[in-house]
């Protein structure tokens, strides 16, 4: 799941092989992904993985464990020094995820697109799900809670990535999202991908992400998915935040911060159009605009 969220492809990998080291990880080993159409994009990225002994480990050590760190299996992150060093523990301690919430500090340290992987305990693998509960129910408070957070207009992303024939539970909340609103269309995982390509205008990785709907019909101004109604796309997202809990029932959370410049009128801003309209695409404007912009 983990090489279908950042590559739209599981390339046939059945288990959970080491990078580059079976007939399915050596393919996805030279495969486009995300990292490679953010940064054409001109947008950045960063990976934050728990208990990783540096940046760009590609083994296992105590409560990492390299196949729940998609970027490991792409040769051009993984072999080149510069990437590598934007896939970096997420503290500086076990357990600790002080990096990443330092850098929801600012607009200027935060990423375009940012990934955290909890450590094997945290995620409930190795440990209870009381053990799960209580690091989300202290992790989530405090990045809703980041100056990022509380001076953007965000929105939270919350799925599980293994139901077991059941339906996965998801959730979209925050400001620019659907307050109470239930969606009966079929998603899956590559919408996520799929989402994220609409919101920034990013060509397809495969055709799983390029023929999988994508998610707008749950923020504000877009219309609910239907035969004869589709969402438009793109629509104003600013800032992606990621967090992959790897586990029997796997929670995603995906931060969807939407930035804006201040005009010099101090109007409203504009998610979008009403649900009876076209939604108005993220703009970038000018910095003497007369109202406030969208800007990616």
């Known amino acids: 799941n983990y090489l279908c ?25 030279g495969a486009t992904n995300i990292v490679d159409r953010l940064e054409a994009a001109g947008l950045t990225w960063k990976g ?32 080149d020094a510069t990437r590598c060093a934007r896939v970096v523990p997420a503290g500086p301690s076990i357990n600790s995820d002080a990096t990443l919430l330092a850098d929801l500090g600012s ?9 955290l992987t909890p450590n094997k305990c945290n ?63 079929a998603y899956d995982h590559f919408s996520f991908l799929s989402t994220v390509e609409a919101n920034w205008n990013l060509a397809s990785l495969t055709a799983n ?19 004869s109604t589709q969402p438009t796309a793109p629509f104003p997202l600013g800032i992606v935040l990621g967090i992959a809990i790897p586990v029997a029932a796997v929670a995603i959370l995906v931060f969807l911060l939407l930035r804006r410049r201040s005009g010099k009128k101090g ?11 076209p939604a108005k695409p993220p703009t970038r404007g000018d910095e003497g605009a007369d109202e406030d912009e969208w800007e990616i």
Request: hydrophobic share 30%.
């Open 48 to 79: 934050y993985m728990e208990d990783m002994p540096s940046s760009c480990y590609a083994t296992d050590s105590g409560n990492y464990v390299v196949h729940h760190n998609p970027f490991m299996y792409y040769s051009d992150v993984a072999s």
């Open 209 to 227: 992400d390029r023929d999988a709907p994508n998610m707008a019909e749950f923020f504000m101004g877009q219309p609910s998915r239907g035969a």
């Open 107 to 115: 607009e200027s340290t935060a990423s375009n697109f940012m990934w």
């Open 123 to 185: 995620d409930m693998h190795s440990c209870s799900i009381h053990q799960g509960d209580t690091y989300m129910s202290g992790l989530v408070p405090k990045i809703l809670d980041s100056t990022l957070f509380k001076t953007t207009r965000a929105a939270l992303f919350v799925t599980y990535d293994e139901g077991y024939d059941q339906p996965i539970y998801t959730v979209w909340a925050g400001s620019p999202a659907k307050t109470g609103y239930l969606s009966s269309f």
């Open 267 to 277: 109007s409203p801003a504009k998610p979008g159009a009403s649900e009876s309209g």
């Open 5 to 29: 969220l950042t590559s739209g492809s599981d390339f046939g990998c059945t288990a959970d092989p080491g990078p580059n080291s079976t007939t399915c990880t050596k393919t996805a080993w």
